[in-house]
C-alpha cells in the first residue's frame, strides 16, 4: 500500500491518468467497518483504489468536537492494507487548508437545513474538501456513505452543477448488530449511552413502519410521523437535534400537502454530548417495495 503525505507525494504515487480506473474513499479516518464496505464495494469492481484520511477542520464549527475527533492513524493505517487499499493519502492541515484560504464552495440552501441548520458552515466545509480532493485525485468515481444522507446529495448536486467528470456513488448504512449506524463518533459513548443509542435505529424503523401504515390510509397523517418520532426519542432519553421527512428528489422539507410516495426520514440526536445522526428512504422502507 502506498502512503502520500503530501500533495508531491500524492502526485508521483497516483498512477498515470488513464491507465486504470481510479476510485476515491475520502474519510476522516478511526475507520470502521462501514468504511471498510466503500473500500470493499470500491476494490470489487478493480482498478486503483486510493482512501483519503483528513479531519476536515472547515466542516467543525467552533465549540464542537474537532480536537478530540478521534485520530487512529497507526490503526487505520493496518485496516486498510488488510482491506487491500492501494493508496492512502493523509494530507497535512497546512497544505489542505492554507491560513491565506479564503475560498469557499457555498452549499446553498438545502446546506443550510437539517444538519446544516444546527452546524452552520458545515456543509460548505465538506463541499470545499471533497471538491479539493476530486481537484487532487481526478477520480473516475468516488464512493459515500448513504449514511450522511445529506452530504451525499449535496456532492451529487456539486458534481452535477459544476459538470464534475466524476461518478458518485452511495452505499448503504453500515449498522451495528443492534441497527445503532456504525460511526467513528459511537466510541465517544459510555456503556449507558451506547445502551440508550440502541433506541434511536429501533424508534426510526418504528417511525418507518408508521409510515407505510398511514400512507394510504385516508384517515391517518404520514406527515405525523416526524412529531410522533422525536416525542418516542424525548422518552427514550435523546436530546432531538431535528427529524424531518425530506422528499427523495429535491431533498426538500416536506411539511404539508399530500405525503408523496418517495420521502427519506431524517434525524440527528444526542446522548449526551455525542451526536447521532441517522436517516431511513422511506420508498424502500415500504413492505412490498
Ligand atoms: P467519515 O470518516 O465519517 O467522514 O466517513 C467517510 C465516509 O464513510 C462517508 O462517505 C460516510 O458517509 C461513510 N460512512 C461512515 N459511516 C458509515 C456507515 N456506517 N455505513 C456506510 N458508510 C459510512
Known amino acids: 500500500m502506498r502512503i502520500a503525505r503530501s500533495f508531491s507525494e500524492l502526485r ?3 498512477p ?3 491507465s486504470c480506473p481510479l476510485w476515491l474513499v475520502p474519510t476522516m479516518g478511526a475507520l470502521h467497518d462501514g468504511h471498510g464496505a466503500l473500500i470493499d464495494q470500491a476494490k470489487s469492481e478493480g482498478g486503483f483504489v486510493a482512501v483519503s ?3 476536515n477542520p472547515l466542516q467543525f464549527a467552533p465549540g464542537e468536537d ?3 475527533y478521534p485520530r487512529t ?3 487505520d ?7 487491500g487499499a492501494d493508496l492512502v493519502f493523509l494530507p497535512s492541515p497546512g497544505e489542505m487548508v492554507p491560513k491565506s484560504a479564503r475560498i469557499r464552495i457555498s452549499s446553498g440552501r438545502i446546506g443550510t437545513i437539517y444538519c446544516g441548520a444546527s452546524r452552520p458552515g458545515h456543509f460548505d466545509g465538506v463541499l470545499t474538501i471533497v471538491l479539493k480532493l476530486f481537484h487532487l485525485f481526478s477520480p473516475d468515481v468516488a464512493l459515500f456513505g448513504e449514511k450522511d444522507r445529506q452530504q451525499l446529495f449535496l456532492i451529487q448536486e456539486m458534481v452535477r452543477d459544476l459538470a464534475l467528470p466524476i461518478r458518485v456513488l452511495g452505499l448503504p448504512t453500515i449498522r451495528e448488530p443492534d441497527g445503532l449506524a456504525m460511526s467513528s463518533r459511537n466510541r465517544y459513548l459510555s456503556p449507558k449511552e451506547r445502551d440508550t443509542a440502541a433506541h434511536f435505529p429501533e424508534l426510526m424503523g418504528e417511525a418507518a413502519r408508521l409510515w407505510a401504515e398511514h400512507s394510504g390510509h385516508p384517515s391517518k397523517d404520514p406527515l405525523s410521523i416526524p412529531g410522533w418520532l422525536s416525542e418516542a426519542l424525548v422518552r427514550a432519553g435523546f436530546r432531538v437535534d431535528y427529524v424531518a ?3 427523495r428528489q429535491t431533498f426538500l422539507p416536506i411539511t404539508g400537502g399530500p405525503a408523496p410516495d418517495q420521502a427519506y426520514l431524517l434525524a440527528a440526536v444526542f446522548v449526551g454530548s455525542t451526536r447521532l445522526i441517522d436517516n431511513l428512504d422511506l420508498s424502500a422502507e415500504r413492505p412490498g417495495v
Open 12 to 14: 508521483t504515487l497516483l
Open 16 to 18: 498515470r491518468p488513464g
Open 53 to 55: 484520511i483528513f479531519v
Open 66 to 68: 474537532l480536537d478530540r
Open 73 to 75: 492513524e497507526a490503526e
Open 77 to 83: 493505517l493496518a485496516f486498510l492494507d488488510k482491506r
Open 245 to 247: 421527512l425530506a422528499d
